[in-house]
C-alpha cells in the first residue's frame, strides 16, 4: 500500500502541476485543463505501479497494452469522479475561482477517487491470474 501512494503521489504531483498551469497561466477552460493533466498523471500512475507497486505479481512483470489499456479504464472511472466534483462546484454551486477548482478537482475529487483507483487496479488491472477453484490472497494482503 506504501507503494501504491507513493505512486499515486507523484502522479498526483504531475497532475496538480500541470493543471494549474494550464488553468493559472496558460488562462485554459477548467475541464480541459483537467482533462490533459489526468492523462499525463495516470500515464506516471500506470508505469509506476506496472514497473513498481505490482512488479512481483505476474500480470505486472510485463507492460501490455491490455493491461494499460484496463488501468486507464480504472482512472478514467476516476477522474469521471473528479471532473464531477469540479462540474457541480464549478458550474452548478457557482464557486468559479482557481482555487475553488482545485480544491474541488484536486481535493474533494481526487481522495474519492483515489479510493476508487485502489481497489480498481488492485483487483481488475493487477489482479491474480490464478485458475479457477485456486484460492486467492484476499484483498487486505
Not at 100 to 108: K, N
Request: hydrophobic residues 50%; aromatic residues 10%.
Amino acid at each position: 500500500m506504501v507503494s501504491f501512494l507513493l505512486v499515486g503521489c507523484c502522479a498526483y504531483a504531475v497532475d496538480l502541476v500541470i493543471f494549474l498551469l494550464l488553468r493559472g497561466p496558460l488562462g485554459w477552460e477548467p475541464m480541459t485543463a483537467k482533462t490533459l493533466a489526468f492523462l499525463a498523471g495516470s500515464t506516471v500512475a500506470y508505469l509506476g505501479n506496472a514497473l513498481g507497486t505490482y512488479r512481483a505479481r505476474d500480470r505486472a512483470r510485463r507492460v501490455s497494452w491490455r493491461d494499460g489499456a484496463a488501468f486507464f479504464g480504472v482512472n478514467a472511472a476516476g477522474a469521471l469522479v473528479q471532473l464531477l466534483c469540479l462540474a457541480v462546484s464549478h458550474h452548478l454551486l457557482g464557486f468559479t475561482s482557481a482555487r475553488a477548482d482545485t480544491v474541488s478537482g484536486l481535493g474533494v475529487g481526487m481522495v474519492l477517487a483515489t479510493c476508487l483507483r485502489f481497489w480498481g487496479t488492485r483487483t481488475l488491472v493487477f489482479g491474480s491470474t490464478a485458475p479457477v477453484g485456486v484460492r486467492r490472497t484476499p484483498w487486505t494482503g
